[in-house]
């Protein structure tokens, strides 16, 4: 006569410990790689994956959090992709802009993580005065955020670049069989973005005004780094509204500083900036953050689309 004893809460547990050793051991590095031994990468949104693959090369396989189309600072992660993240050889994000992956990393217990903001120097494009965004002297980011750092370090082709070096030093830790790869692929990533900056320096140098209007503050650092002066109509946020307050005094430096256009993004709703522009009598243009790149992207890559907005700033600046 067999008798069927109950399984012991301890018994189960060490069932379920000895499954995902065994699950672990029959992939390299614990699931760390793929099939064909490419290094697992995770990125957080679209300009962390174009580091990852730029640096990465055919050494990785890079899967992106922040589908095309969807705006970053929304996103919220499914159980599949927070699994995802503990099984990432290396991860590449952006500490400070997406809370849900930030939340996602930490627990992960990845031990090869690149985080663009500790990468690279986060300002503060300006201080909060009576619920406003406000900087001192020219050349900054004025907005109404809610204060704290500016992440949109990407747009600055000399701190992106700054980031790839970073990126680069996570990967040959997490894959050292591939670091020279990794260096090479990084050395000729910089010198595609030190042409760029060369770019935007000798194309913005001569320009009848200095001063653009965007739909939220995320051109600080390009501003900063140009001599120019963004004005957001709203803040870090792309989708937080404007107050009535903002909206008069866009209405007036758009008139004393000569401005011709308000730039409007791919992925955020643009109803206010061509509002805006239509009270005022602009043009209105496409001024793109890199968030992400869809169907509507004027390029198919960041030097693509870095490279269609200057050509969309120089038009607005009077630099051609």
């Keep these: 006569m067999n008798i069927r ?7 189960l547990a060490g069932v379920s410990v000895l499954g995902l050793l065994a699950l672990s051991a029959c992939s390299p590095s614990g699931g760390a790689r ?10 957080s949104f679209y300009p962390m994956e174009f580091l990852a693959r730029q640096v990465g090369g055919k050494h990785v396989e ?29 991860i590449v994000y952006l500490k400070g802009l997406q809370p849900a992956v930030d939340d996602a990393v930490e627990q992960s217990g990845a031990k090869n993580v690149a985080d663009a903001a ?29 204060g704290g750092k500016d992440p ?52 913005l140098k001569k320009r009848k ?18 001599g120019l002066t963004e004005e957001a109509i709203s803040g870090l946020d792309p989708e937080s509204e404007p107050s009535a307050k903002r909206i008069r005094d866009l209405h007036t430096l ?8 308000v730039f409007f993004e791919t992925i955020a709703n643009p109803a206010t900036a061509k509002a805006l522009a239509g009270d005022l009598h602009l043009k209105t243009d496409v001024l793109d953050p890199l968030e992400g790149i869809n169907a509507k ?3 198919k890559d960041y030097f693509g689309v870095q490279r269609a907005n200057l050509a969309a700033l120089q038009k607005a600046l009077g630099s051609k």
């Design 5 to 11: 004893r109950p399984i012991s809460t301890a018994t």
């Design 34 to 43: 793929t099939e064909d031994g490419k290094l697992k990468v995770t990125a």
């Design 62 to 90: 890079v899967t992106d959090l922040t589908k095309p189309g969807v705006e970053p600072h929304d996103l919220e992660l499914s159980p599949k992709q927070t699994a995802q993240l503990g099984e990432s050889g290396a």
């Design 118 to 146: 500790s990468l690279t120097s986060l300002e503060e494009h300006g201080t909060e005065v009576d619920g406003h965004h406000h900087t001192t002297g020219d050349n900054h980011s004025h907005s109404e955020s809610e």
């Design 152 to 203: 949109h370090i990407w747009l600055d082709p000399v701190k992106y670049a700054e980031v790839a070096k970073g990126v680069n030093k996570t990967l040959a830790k997490a894959d050292p069989k591939h670091k020279a790869d990794y260096q090479k692929n990084t050395d000729a990533l910089v010198e595609k973005l030190d042409g760029l900056n060369t770019e935007f320096k000798d194309g």
């Design 209 to 226: 005004s200095d001063t653009f209007l965007t739909t939220h503050a995320a051109f600080g650092y390009l501003a900063e780094r140009y």
């Design 254 to 261: 758009a008139k004393d500083h000569h401005v011709s256009t």
């Design 297 to 299: 992207s004027r390029g």
